[in-house]
């Protein structure tokens, strides 16, 4: 698994440290940011192209996150919400850009000498299909097979239907294998 799915443990660890943040108090938006920083930075790291920009980003979710935070409910996990704020700034970031498209980092994200280069090949081959996908298609590829979160998790981010995501899933699968096979 390259990213740990958000346990039972981690949702009352959220609803502690949220419980925390709005009684202000010391540490807590650190500590939450510990908790999330690295799952949210690799969501930004794997739609953009520059590690920095990326960086960059991540933060910004958080000022988002901590300027925002009254208007968190708890009717989804914390998880999920930040997830939908990090797409939300994304989808935006992308739309001020006017880039119609994310880019895969390739040998950024996934460096490996011991790699061999039919791997590598491969990789960067999968990489640049997935630009090739609409842009729904390629959300979907990236959190429930790059992040590995459940269809729920996912249709939570997006804002759309379990369905939805279920079906471009599978389509974008499907396009991803047709394409590999062409080649």
Not at 61 to 72: D, P, T, W
Not at 97 to 102: A, N, P, S, T, V
Not at 155 to 166: F, M, P, Q, S, Y
Request: hydrophobic content about 35%; some cysteine; overall charge positive.
């Amino acid at each position: 698994m390259i990213f740990p799915q958000v346990n039972e443990s981690d949702k009352v660890k959220d609803k502690r440290l949220v419980s925390a943040l709005k009684r202000r108090e010391p540490n807590a938006f650190e500590q939450l940011v510990l908790e999330h920083q690295n799952r949210v930075f690799s969501l930004c790291l794997r739609m953009m192209k520059n590690p920095e920009e990326a960086e960059d980003l991540a933060q910004e979710v958080f000022i988002k996150v901590y300027n925002n935070l009254h208007r968190f409910k708890g009717q989804s996990s914390f998880s999920t919400w930040l997830y939908r704020i990090t797409t939300n700034m994304l989808s935006s970031y992308f739309r001020k850009e006017k880039l119609r498209r994310f880019l895969p980092l390739g040998e950024q994200i996934f460096s490996d000498d011991r790699a061999d280069e039919r791997t590598r090949s491969y990789r960067d081959e999968l990489f640049s299909l997935l630009n090739r996908l609409s842009r729904q298609e390629r959300q979907v590829v990236i959190l429930r097979g790059l992040q590995e979160l459940s269809v729920a998790e996912a249709a939570g981010i997006l804002g759309t239907t379990e369905n939805v995501i279920k079906v471009s899933y599978h389509n974008a699968r499907g396009k991803l294998k047709g394409w590999l096979k062409d080649e």
